[in-house]
């Protein structure tokens, strides 16, 4: 959470209708079931500044691998995605690690990226 003001920003937690709601700053722990990645469950948070939220996911290190199908046609293949060890320079036979992990020559675990674009 390197980056973001303390009193500005929030963990986003879904409730039980399924929708992200604001949940503690974060100082403060989130709930034990915050995100779970097995479950396709991702980490949210808000930042609220100036009157307006911006929404964050973190996208943890992973490697992927196109099939032949998609290298030939990709309107019809598929991307094997795994989510890899945070350190991890080494990837599986055919997967390869996005670009994006790496940044001024260090590897990153993963990065927090803008949920909605940007408008004015």
Known sequence: MNGFIVERT??????????????NWINKKPT?????????????????????????????????KLTSSQQKQPEQGRTEVRFIDATSTQTGIGY????A???DGKQLTGYWAM??????
Do not use: H
């Open 10 to 23: 929030r963990y986003l937690e879904v409730n039980e209708q399924d929708n992200l709601t604001p949940g």
């Open 32 to 64: 034990k079931d915050w995100y779970d990645y097995k479950n396709s469950k991702w980490a949210n948070i808000m930042v609220e500044a100036n009157g307006k939220q911006i929404y964050y996911t973190w996208i943890p290190k992973y490697e992927f």
């Open 96 to 99: 390869q690690i996005p670009k």
């Open 101 to 103: 992990f790496e940044f």
């Open 115 to 120: 949920k909605y674009t940007a408008g004015n």
